[in-house]
């Protein structure tokens, strides 16, 4: 133990002597202040005692004394060993030019601004600290240490010992070159847009001149300003548009910057002439404003389009918020982002897994469905490794923390989505397409304009050709696609709809042919108790029985009968493929196959036998059959809902299943849905040609697992995973649905359909403006400071039409 | 009039500063966090109360 430490302790230990003036919370060990009458927890308290005081209000704090014991946010003392691991430092820990350990660390605890007053004390308390600097909103502080005078475990328990317990912050690297290129862009902005207005009243001056009457020097001097403003905004916050013209020159394709440059470039040497000849119009202010425009607009979508595909979203969507953190003999509650590589996690049944790992200890069965599209739990046990996304069924496991966060096999899963909604997008593409083309037109009729005006008056050439350059931006046009679908895959993610890309929303927009695989998509694929007939006092005695099995229909047994006191078995025999035999309250109790059952007891009451489609369970007590029981794969509960709604959107729905036909007609028939609709006993391959012919009539839309439907959601024109795992369906299916039941794929088709005539009215828009504007620049209407107002108001309009569209709900729904 | 000769540039030179302060700031991450700054300023200590004399970083 160094000495700091046992600094810390002891102010630990001195903390529960010191209590706020004000509250009468015990004060944190750091801010005692060993000299002062009064002490003080936090800032709040110090304003409210000052307040109090200087109003003569002092009596308050003698009634304080003895209220019920205070509830604050306690020191857990632990010692924070791993964050002076050197894993810990390669993967958090980086150093400033000043020579300091730099470190994000996220804080639980923190809740107001009186909390910003506390952390940023940590320097004072603590030397060798140079910063700490903590962001309320996102509960990040960026601290600064010595690494020489002081050990980071030592700030951490400082930070513990104040009420916040730290977290490193993973994720740094994506953050900071964000936040480069967010300081870059602000920073043009802000230089563009001090140029422009500047030279917009330089260029006030001027216009009112020209009415009023100015002086040849001070018109010629104002004129001479606006070129020496002007030059830098071009240079300096404008050269992005010229290198993505230069970039779009080099590779050969046409780049909206295009346009843009050369308005740019041929205003500002035309400018330049007519300054230095002064004759004919300057086109400074005009220029000026458009690169500001322009760069604000940008700025702008890209802030909507990030907020829209964030993968780090996309992860949390999945994965639980928190998890428990084995520490010593308690456990505590950690944020996912914060868990560590080397951490125990204590992750009960039905708790999903934050990170990957491995079974420290404990056995149990996982739903692996996300992933692999396993059906079945798989049975877990140490050493086993489990992945984050997947689910405890069974019991309580530890596990130590593998890989956490963007590291997980879930976080790899989801960039791959991410990257293949940037590759194929053919509705992407199409825009992107068009607006190629649309520059080409572009150009060729700035050309013609230039040539048909020149000879009858040059400065109208210019200043039509430049304003038609100007006004017939092609943002919006390329802008209406993308942002539409972008945002519709952001939004559908948070609600648990995964989609692979643009076309498979274009392709659900218009109803077809949907298929539907029956167990797991309409059916929860689980055995459950269909049918009892027998008396309630057998119920206790079979759940008694069925308590320690692992066997299926023993689990449904338990659900079924789930609140009914079960006594103690005895004697159990459990005989594979059979049933179960053994003593309950002193009687003999038999459960099993009736072939297992009949052989052990005679024909007792009469029990009734289950329907044909259901497995068949008997019940015998003390040497008679007393019950009967009937299992099956129940319909989801909201697949009647779904699939009516559905049906009245105008898809053709049906059932395609490997399940027995007599099963799947009596689910179709639940559904109502038409017999020759549901195809059943259907191997793959007959899936296959199913999907294939129902293919040729339109759209086919197949919704299965991932593992027996691959091959036909492959064929089909969108494949919908459902149940089957992410991981598996995502191969083949365009779309994963990770929500259990039928309602998401009506969110699904409904969200498609808003999408598309988002995209519709977006590119009309933007063809409407693009048309009407270059009309009116060609025959020079509108002067190109006009045009430069106008263009930017038309991406702005897109990118706002696109982001206010209810496409998806916006709301997760849980 | 003519002292317009003389202002304009003088102001261009004070556009110039703020320019210049603006970028510096930007680039020092002056504008990445625009919600905690305010309610750090409320937490200034009061003169004399504090125990210590070193301001808020």
């Known amino acids: ?814 | 009039m003519s002292v317009v000769f003389i202002v304009v540039p003088l102001a261009a030179l004070i556009v110039l500063a703020a320019v210049i302060a603006f970028v510096v700031s930007a680039r020092r991450g002056q504008f990445d966090d625009l919600d905690t700054p305010p309610v750090r300023m409320l937490n200034d200590d009061r003169p004399g109360r504090s125990g210590s004399s070193t301001p808020n970083p």
């Not at chain 1, 439907?709 to 149940?723: E, L, P, Q």
Request: charged share 20%; aromatic share 6%.
């Open chain 1, 1 to 814: 133990m160094t000495a700091a430490d046992a600094t810390v302790r002891a102010s630990l230990q001195h903390a529960t002597a010191v209590v706020c003036t004000h509250c009468q919370l015990p004060v944190p060990a750091g801010l005692i202040e060993p000299d002062a009458q009064d002490q003080f927890c936090c800032g709040g308290c110090r304003t409210a005692f000052a307040v109090l005081h200087d109003h003569g209000l002092d009596t308050y704090h003698d009634t304080t004394v003895g209220r019920d014991g205070p509830v604050a946010a306690e020191p857990r003392g632990r010692s924070f060993e791993e964050f002076d691991h050197v894993t810990f430092h390669e993967l958090y820990v980086r150093r400033t030019p000043e020579g300091l350990s730099q470190v994000d660390l996220y804080l639980e605890g923190v809740r107001c601004g009186a909390c910003v007053w506390l952390v940023e004390r940590v320097p004072l308390v603590v030397p060798g600290v140079a910063r700490a600097e903590l962001n309320v909103r996102r509960s990040l502080a960026r601290v600064a240490w010595d690494d020489t005078a002081v050990s980071l475990s030592h700030v951490a328990r400082t930070l513990d010992s104040l009420g916040y317990h730290p977290h490193p912050f993973r994720g740094f690297e994506v953050e900071a070159m964000r936040r480069r290129e967010d300081r870059a862009m602000l920073a043009r902005i802000g230089v563009a847009g001090a140029i422009a207005a500047n030279v917009m009243l330089a260029a006030l001056a001027l216009y009112s001149g020209q009415f009023g009457g100015m002086d040849g020097p001070y018109e010629r001097f104002f004129r001479w300003v606006s070129l020496l403003l002007t030059t830098p905004a071009l240079f300096g916050p404008g050269r992005v548009f010229f290198a993505g013209a230069w970039a779009s020159f080099k590779t050969r394709t046409l780049h909206m910057d295009l346009p843009i440059a050369i308005a740019l470039a041929v205003g500002w040497a035309q400018g330049v002439a007519n300054t230095i000849t002064n004759s004919g119009p300057i086109y400074f202010d005009g220029l000026a404003t458009l690169i500001f425009a322009l760069l604000a607009g940008r700025f702008l979508q890209q802030r909507g389009q990030r907020a829209a595909t964030d993968s780090a979203e996309l992860l949390y969507s999945l994965s639980p918020l928190t998890a428990r953190v084995v520490d010593g003999d308690a456990t505590r509650e950690v944020p996912a982002q914060a868990l560590l590589p080397g951490m125990t996690l204590e992750v009960r049944a039905g708790e999903t897994f934050a990170a990957d790992g491995t079974v420290a200890s404990g056995r149990s069965k996982v739903d692996v469905a996300l992933l692999t599209g396993e059906s079945r739990p798989v049975s877990v046990d140490a050493g086993d490794r489990v992945y984050a996304g997947t689910m405890n069924v069974s019991s309580a496991l530890r596990v130590r923390v593998d890989a956490a966060g963007e590291q997980s096999r879930l976080a790899s899963l989801l960039h791959q989505v991410e990257d293949s909604v940037r590759r194929r997008a053919p509705v992407v593409q199409l825009a992107n397409r068009l607006a190629v083309w649309f520059v080409a037109v572009v150009l060729l009729v700035a050309a013609g304009t230039a040539l048909f005006w020149y000879p009858r008056n040059p400065t109208a050439a210019i200043d039509n050709a430049i304003a038609l350059l100007v006004v017939t931006c092609p943002c919006a046009l390329a802008l209406a696609t993308p942002l539409a679908v972008s945002v519709a895959i952001g939004r559908a993610a948070r609600n648990g709809i995964l989609i692979k890309g643009g076309d498979a929303l274009e392709r659900l927009a218009a109803p077809g042919t949907l298929l539907l695989d029956k167990t797991g998509t309409i059916t929860e694929s689980r055995v459950a108790l269909a049918a009892w007939d027998g008396p309630e006092w057998v119920k206790p005695l079979v759940l008694a029985l069925e308590q320690e099995s692992s066997h299926p229909i023993a689990a449904g047994f338990r659900r079924a009968f789930d609140g009914i006191a079960a006594g103690e078995a005895r004697l159990t025999t459990h005989v594979a493929g059979g049933g179960i035999d053994g003593m309950v309250d002193g009687r003999h109790v038999v459960v099993g196959s009736p072939a297992f059952v009949e052989a052990r007891a005679a024909r007792g009451p009469d029990v009734s036998t289950p329907a044909r489609h259901l497995t068949p369970v008997l019940v015998a007590v003390d040497g008679a059959i007393m019950a009967s029981a009937g299992f099956g794969d129940p319909v989801r509960a909201d697949a009647g809902r779904a699939v009516d709604s559905l049906r009245r959107r105008g898809w053709k729905v049906g059932i395609l299943s490997g399940d027995h036909s007599e099963v799947v007609a009596s689910v179709g028939e639940t559904l109502g849905l038409s017999r020759d609709g549901c195809v059943g006993g259907a191997a793959p391959e007959e899936k296959l040609r199913v999907v294939q012919e129902a293919g040729r009539n339109g759209t086919v839309v197949m919704v299965g697992d991932g593992v027996n439907d691959a091959a036909a959601m492959a064929a089909a024109s969108v494949g919908v995973g459902v149940h089957g795992g992410a991981e598996a369906c995502l191969a083949t299916a365009d779309v994963y649905l990770a929500r259990p039941g039928l309602g998401p794929l009506v969110t699904l088709t409904e969200g498609a359909t808003r999408t598309m005539r988002v995209i519709r009215r977006n590119i009309a828009f933007s063809i409407g403006y693009n048309v009407i504007g270059a009309a009116l620049a060609v025959t020079g209407v509108i002067t190109p400071l006009i045009a430069a107002v106008l263009m930017p108001a038309s991406s702005l309009t897109v990118v706002l039409a696109s982001w206010l569209s209810r496409t998806f709900p916006t709301e997760r729904a849980s």
